[in-house]
């Protein structure tokens, strides 16, 4: 498995999107449901990944947003085109594309691309992770008061029983303050590099994090679910510096309690 690989062809997608994003006002976008959308960026971008991968490692699963499941041997590659569709299609820079690569389940390689911010952030199991080539580290930040965490409040989720609103209730007033950039991925990688103390949703996928996840791991920081293990992981995904991410399982535990959860 070569990294320079997943490099090339990430490289090569956040150039693909650019393109896409010149012509927005003219670009094909339709619904997955009523509050999922996808555009012709996003299926385009889709179909050229899997097709050099496929190429390159025939034998190789793959599990794309768009385009389901691909069976295959140890190797999976998972994939989002376009992570943060939303802010894409709106001509907001906080999108990205997203892959990670698995061997026998476990994320071994991972890549985020944020092309219109101009920034790669790449990550190998056991070697660290880096920011357009150079180390990155999670932040020092030991409180609360002392923290920046973002969050998301995506639409196709918006008739759920349970949202996030108890959760930032919870949290608002006790961080110096949330950020919401619409890209799961990028929020992960944010929290890698510093920028962010931590990040929570409710009911992501594995292709919004599974990149974001080691390379905040590899950057020093820690992920879970709400309770601090990986029992509800997806459906609960909170990503932090380490340093302050049994403080928030605490809170986030008592909001449960309270929810009868």
Avoid at 67 to 91: A, E, N, V
Avoid at 129 to 140: K, Y
Avoid at 222 to 248: C, K, P, W
């Amino acid at each position: 498995m070569r990294k320079s690989f997943l490099k090339d062809i990430i490289i090569q997608a956040g150039k693909m999107s650019l393109d896409y994003r010149r012509r927005l006002p003219s670009l094909e976008i339709t619904r997955k449901s009523e509050n999922d959308l996808v555009s012709e960026a996003d299926l385009a971008i889709e179909k050229f990944l899997v097709e050099k991968i496929k190429k390159r490692y025939a034998d190789h699963a793959i599990h794309g947003e768009e385009g389901g499941d691909i069976s295959g041997g140890d190797y999976r590659w998972i994939i989002d085109p376009i992570d943060g569709t939303t802010s894409f299609i709106h001509g907001q820079p906080y999108y990205s594309i997203s892959i990670a690569v698995e061997k026998k389940g476990q994320v071994i390689l991972a890549a985020v691309n944020a092309p219109v911010l101009g920034e790669l952030y790449e990550a190998q199991k056991g070697a660290g992770a880096f920011l357009n080539g150079r180390p990155i580290h999670v932040s020092g930040a030991k409180t609360l008061n002392d923290s920046v965490m973002a969050t998301g409040f995506a639409c196709i989720r918006f008739a759920q029983k349970i949202n996030n609103l108890p959760f930032f209730n919870e949290l608002i007033c006790r961080l110096r303050d949330v950020r919401r950039y619409g890209s799961a991925a990028i929020d992960l990688c944010y929290t890698a590099c510093g920028r962010l103390e931590g990040f929570w949703e409710l009911n992501l996928q594995v292709h919004d994090v599974a990149a974001g996840f080691l390379i905040l791991a590899e950057a020093g920081g820690r992920y879970s679910d709400f309770s601090g293990d990986q029992d509800n992981l997806y459906a609960e995904v909170l990503g932090t510096n380490g340093l302050i991410h049994d403080e928030v399982c605490k809170l986030f535990s008592s909001v449960k309690q309270r929810l009868e959860l």
